[in-house]
């Protein structure tokens, strides 16, 4: 199973998010965890890599399953499991562009409209929005249609 881990800037009222050339969709900058890379390592490194910045203090918001079916058969034809970090700052000035896509500072509230996944959707404005963790498992066509949506939450102590 892939593991990715992605991390969410917020500051002064604004996210900073990847728009991918392949579908025009926004995403939280990440990628795949290394072998023996922990999830939090993963998700600075990929950062670092896709914006040219370094987050400060990012911690775990979100844990999920990500599942892609086969509607006629009802079959998994893939699986990956995302970690979605925050951090309310940053060190540097970030890329306007990579290989990745492009670099955008957007206001909170867009996160409710851009372009993107709905599980996305939904895991991102957790994290800007609420307190505590957000498990949950997100289950898609192979068009990468939302099919079903489980989600859980916890509060911090």
């Known amino acids: 199973m892939q593991r990715i881990s992605n991390l969410l800037i917020l500051k002064e009222n604004h996210v900073l998010l ?18 023996g890379e922990s999830i939090y390592e993963a ?3 990929e950062f670092q890599e896709e914006t040219g910045a370094n987050p400060i203090d990012p911690h775990l918001k979100g844990t999920y399953t990500m599942v892609i079916k086969n509607e006629e058969t009802d079959t998994v034809i893939d699986e990956w499991m995302l970690f ?18 492009i670099l955008e500072w957007h206001p909170v509230e867009s996160l409710k409209t851009l372009p993107m996944a709905e599980g996305d959707r939904t895991n991102l404005l957790f994290a800007v929005s609420r307190q505590g963790m957000q498990y949950g498992t997100f ?12 989600i859980q939450q916890s509060k911090e102590g």
């Open 18 to 35: 990847l728009k991918k050339p392949r579908r025009g969709w926004y995403v939280a900058p990440g990628g795949k965890i290394d072998p």
């Open 84 to 101: 979605t970090f925050i951090a309310r700052d940053l060190e540097g000035e970030p890329f306007e562009e990579t290989v990745e896509g």
């Open 139 to 150: 289950t898609y066509t192979e068009e990468f249609t939302l099919l079903k949506e489980t």
């Open 43 to 45: 998700a600075v490194r």
